[in-house]
């Protein structure tokens, strides 16, 4: 009856995301690991030989009680256990021709006594297992009737028949309980694991995107510094060597650099127990660096009392100065300058940088550095905005926020939109632009639209296109 009980307790529906009952989690652990391995669902290809075995019985049984049926009574008889192998593909037509055998061989034989019953019984857990419960009740309590008019028992003996089909029917209901617990588990099981697969996945694609991102601003940075001076070396190599030394100087240095960065964004993919990279990590404390090396004019003004940020802030700040400058340099055109701002405050630190240029020649690479900066700020939970300013040239201008914030990445490796659903928009109200006039473009690969629904332009009047002639996709 314990057993029972605590079957019982396992029928009632469990909360909603509340694992389902797992087998062994208690102190009967070994006993109902074994009742699992024995009753494994797919042990149902064993049906011909069960209907075998109770043939066997139930002849036996007959032979032992001394009694000698004829053909008739053994085609009777054998009807029920032959049933018993299509009880799973028809449970209520097995339960019914097993039920009318027994019935039918007693009243043949005029002999109620004898293991007659037993392809009954396990047509009855088969069908109580695979859910014809309402069937199988009605159909025992009608065998049991037409067992009584057949056999006439008295009340005591009738009693003890009443009980031990009672019994069986509860057994039954327990094992078809244990059985879809068994079931719930393995599903839980396999959706855990799904789970578990799904978010290895998408950490591995974050943490590639991060990488590429980075790898991006570090690159992207130096690289076009070195395009710069060796441009200024070819030209000056001739009429004024000592300047084209100065080129070559800042291109070995900038190089160096990116080296040294390269290896310190790749140091993540080594192992723990391998030495940490030498390479300082990107932080507002080497701003004088970067906008020492950053190959135009830069004036640095400090806001608030500067201080020690949290690691992911201080490397996007940097990593949104260092992208802005690039952009500045690739697209501010001859005789810009730059004045980068850092306002440090309570909940957020502020980033800005902006120019006085008037914009170059469109570059067919050009488009997926704003959209980075967006997606960086965005992962902190903060905001960008980028767009020409009213009195000329170009500005960013990003928050992000000092706590944990509130940014998140979905499965696409998408930032997410703010509450309306749309792109970030720049100051004058329109969806950010690029320093050549071109609108900047989402993961998704299509050009971001105004509030009028069309693609805003540039000065140009073109969309913003990469290389391949598709509009930017992504931030690299």
Do not use: C
């Amino acid at each position: 009856m314990a057993y029972l009980q605590t079957v019982s307790k396992d029928w009632r529906p469990r909360p909603p995301g509340h694992p389902p009952w797992e087998p062994g989690a208690g102190s009967r652990a070994r006993w109902e690991r074994r009742w699992e391995r024995r009753w494994d669902p797919n042990r149902k290809r064993h049906a011909g030989g069960l209907a075998f075995v109770s043939a066997v019985a139930q002849v036996l049984a007959a032979r032992t009680a001394h009694i000698d049926p004829d053909a008739l009574g053994y085609a009777i008889l054998l009807a029920g256990p032959i049933a018993l192998a299509w009880r799973y593909k028809f449970p209520v037509a097995a339960l019914a021709v097993t039920i009318a055998s027994a019935v039918g061989f007693v009243a043949w034989v005029e002999q109620p006594r004898g293991p007659f019953y037993l392809a009954a019984i396990f047509a009855v857990f088969a069908s109580i297992e695979v859910g014809k419960r309402a069937p199988t009740w009605a159909l025992v309590a009608a065998g049991y009737v037409a067992y009584t008019v057949v056999t006439r028992p008295d009340w005591g003996r009738a009693a003890v028949i009443a009980a031990s089909v009672f019994v069986a029917l509860l057994l039954a209901e327990a094992n078809r309980a244990r059985r879809q617990q068994f079931a719930e588990v393995a599903k839980y099981r396999a959706e855990q694991a799904r789970a578990r697969a799904e978010q290895e996945k998408r950490q591995a694609s974050e943490e590639r995107l991060r990488i590429a991102r980075e790898l991006h601003d570090v690159l992207g940075h130096h690289l076009s510094l070195i395009n710069v001076q060796a441009g200024v070396g070819l030209h000056l190599m001739d009429t004024r060597p000592e300047q084209a030394r100065e080129a070559l100087t800042a291109i070995k240095s900038a190089s160096a650099e990116a080296l040294r960065e390269v290896r310190s964004v790749l140091g993540v993919l080594r192992p723990e127990e391998e030495a940490a990279p030498r390479a300082p990590a990107p932080s507002l404390a080497r701003l004088d660096d970067l906008t020492a090396d950053a190959g135009l004019p830069v004036r640095t003004v400090v806001e608030g009392e500067p201080r020690d940020l949290p690691a992911e802030v201080d490397r996007a700040a940097y990593r949104i100065v260092q992208e802005a400058l690039t952009n500045v340099r690739r697209h501010a055109g001859a005789g810009a300058a730059a004045v980068v701002t850092i306002g440090y405050g309570d909940e957020a630190v502020t980033v800005r940088v902006a120019d006085n240029g008037v914009g170059g020649p469109a570059s067919p690479e050009a488009g997926n550095g704003i959209a980075g900066m967006r997606a960086r700020a965005a992962a902190l939970g903060g905001t960008l905005a980028a767009g020409p300013a009213d009195g000329g040239g170009f500005t960013v201008a990003a928050t992000l926020p000092l706590g944990n914030g509130d940014g998140r990445r979905g499965r696409d490796g998408r930032a997410d939109k703010g509450r309306d659903g749309r792109a970030d928009k720049g100051p004058d109200g329109r969806v950010d632009n690029g320093r050549d006039g071109r609108v900047d473009n989402g993961r998704d690969g299509r050009a971001d639209k105004g509030p009028d629904g069309r693609a805003d332009k540039g000065l140009d009047g073109r969309a913003d296109k990469g290389s391949d002639g598709r509009a930017d996709e992504g931030d690299g």
